[in-house]
């Protein structure tokens, strides 16, 4: 069995911030003390074999740990509308002109954009989500497409990681908005320049996440493997992505929030003319406050969705695999 850092692998008599040395002993998965250099034999005979991967295996889900999942899900969203609810009385009892919407009467527009086909400012609710998770979809893999190669290129070589950070932080503080006359001067209005802010905002911060990921892979692995005579690429892809996957699927899901947060705010503004966005925009025109509440609830149970469900199910694969199946 593969050994993992830090889940497999413990100093045995070290404090944590001396420095790695051939002979000091180590706890392989089997509980065994090792060397380093022992560590490198076993990577050069998984690496020949072809069973470092298979090292990674994803074990069966049980029906429990899926229900475990729901119901903390469905705990989250009962307490999120019973503070809803009291938020609402309070705000209410004070006679304001505009009664502030509650989660009842706002489930029940909700019921009706959803299950009986009202219309919503000249779409359906169900156009309006498709072309929202259309823009992000579009926006968010051309993200990855860029975030992910350039942290890793920028996480595995040392030496440029230092000069090719910067311009990457500084592009990660520009707000998602404040890329707006850049969208517009180069797309104009319409969907693209909300592509485009979405990208810009969302691959930033793949970008530093995935190189913070592979930087952080213990270079014990790093060195076994270079002692064993693996390739760079072999190291690369054999040691540090499976290693750092826990960091990117994380990278990722701070992509995706991020993506969805200025997704909604871009259709507000670049003049989508449909959109979840759009619709926010709409209602807040026409001084639908209840119509507006629906809008962000179906904001937060698409953005949950993508989040939860996808993302967090992606996540908890790949942590199986790095854990060898135990939590």
Known sequence: MWYQLPLRIEYAHAHPFLHVHANLPYLNAEGQYVNERDLARQLQRELSSGSLGASFAVPGSTWKLHALRAARILAGLAVGIILWQIMAWVMNSGGNALDFPGPFETIERLWQYLFCNQSMYGHSVYEHILASIRRLIVAFALACALGIPLGSLLGYFNSIYEIGIVPVSLLQMI???????????????????????????????????????????????VNAARMSGASGLTVFFQVLIPQ????????????????????????????????????????????????????????????????????????????????????
């Not at 966005?277 to 001084?287: A, E, I, N």
């Open 244 to 327: 750092a996957s826990a960091s990117i699927i994380n990278a990722m899901r701070l992509g995706m929030a991020s993506a969805w947060r200025v997704l909604i705010a871009a259709e507000m503004i670049v003049g989508t003319g449909i959109g979840i966005g759009y619709s926010v925009q709409m209602t807040r025109d026409l001084l639908d406050y209840v119509g507006a509440f629906a809008c962000i609830a179906v904001i937060c149970l698409v953005g949950l969705l993508f989040d939860r469900v996808l993302l967090g199910g992606i996540e908890q694969l790949m942590r199986n695999r790095i854990e060898g199946g135990k939590r």
């Open 175 to 221: 707000p998602g908005l404040a890329w707006l006359p850049v969208a517009i001067l180069l797309f104009g209005l319409g969907d693209d320049s909300a592509i485009f802010i979405i990208f810009a905002v969302s691959s930033m911060v793949i970008t530093i996440g995935t190189a913070s990921g592979i930087r952080m892979v213990p270079d014990v692995l």
